[in-house]
């Protein structure tokens, strides 16, 4: 697979299930002609988290589809991805969204996430959030960072796109590790965008390579 080249705005759904902070850095990327998207969903995992009246101030039409509400992941999936077609969104981004889905086959390669760690460190089940940042302390670690993958049907398992890593002093709190490894995902992610939406991302087997 190697992503479309596309001479228009790259047309996301950004699934969110907490404060939205992920969704607030792409619109004001757009806003400063830094990234050229459109959102026209945004779906939210929790009704009353906090990204959805984000969304709503910033006048995108934003959708509970709420886990709790689905029997099992596949009713789940089917219904967020069915709101992905209808929109006609090129790409899935997950945005601080917590709940694992099942990728379709048309979406294959077209769902990315952010970890805030260094895959395949502090990863997968029970690490989300402030949770990773807790662990990376608590072991002692001097490098942690952010990673953004496409998607398959593990938690943070598919193939690496990009990293990025900062410095842990061992006098940081996770709140420090948090606030430093958040900087780094504000530029990492719209990176990977725009390199995705200029048809430089190609996948081989588990391995991405990035075109020059
Ligand atoms: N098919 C995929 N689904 C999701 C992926 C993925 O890579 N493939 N990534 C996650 C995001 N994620 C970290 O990047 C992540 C989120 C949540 C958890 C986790 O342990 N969740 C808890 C539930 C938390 C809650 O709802 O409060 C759990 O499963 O018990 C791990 C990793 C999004 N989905
Ligand atoms: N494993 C997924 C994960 O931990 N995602 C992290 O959630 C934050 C955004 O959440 P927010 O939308 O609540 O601000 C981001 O730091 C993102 O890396």
Do not use: W
């Not at 999936?77 to 929109?87: T, V």
């Not at 969104?89 to 997950?94: A, G, I, N, P, S």
């Not at 970890?115 to 989300?128: D, Q, V």
């Amino acid at each position: 697979m190697t992503s479309p080249v596309l001479n228009r705005p790259l047309k996301l759904a950004v699934l969110i299930s907490g404060g939205g902070t992920t969704l607030t850095n792409f619109l004001a990327q757009k806003a400063a002609g830094q990234l050229d998207i459109e959102v026209p969903l945004v779906i939210a995992s929790r009704p009353g988290c906090g990204g959805i009246a984000k969304a709503e101030a910033a006048g995108l039409n934003c959708e509970v589809i709420a886990r709790r509400d689905f029997e099992n992941i596949e009713a789940f999936s089917h219904a967020i991805f069915e709101r992905c077609r209808a929109c006609e969104v090129d790409l899935v981004t997950l945005a601080g969204f917590l709940s694992l889905i099942h990728i379709p086959e048309d979406f294959l390669y077209r769902v990315m996430n952010i970890h805030p760690a260094l895959i395949p460190s502090f990863c997968g089940h029970g690490y989300y959030g402030h949770k990773v940042h807790e662990a990376v302390v608590s072991r002692g670690v001097k490098v942690s960072g952010c990673t953004v993958h496409f998607a398959d049907n593990e938690y943070d398992h598919g193939p690496i796109i990009a990293q990025s890593a900062v410095p842990v002093k061992g006098t940081d709190s996770p709140d420090d590790v948090a606030a430093r490894v958040f900087e780094a995902e504000c530029e990492l992610y719209p990176e990977v965008l725009r390199l995705y939406a200029a048809g430089k991302i190609k996948v081989v087997e588990r391995r991405t390579v990035i075109a020059d």
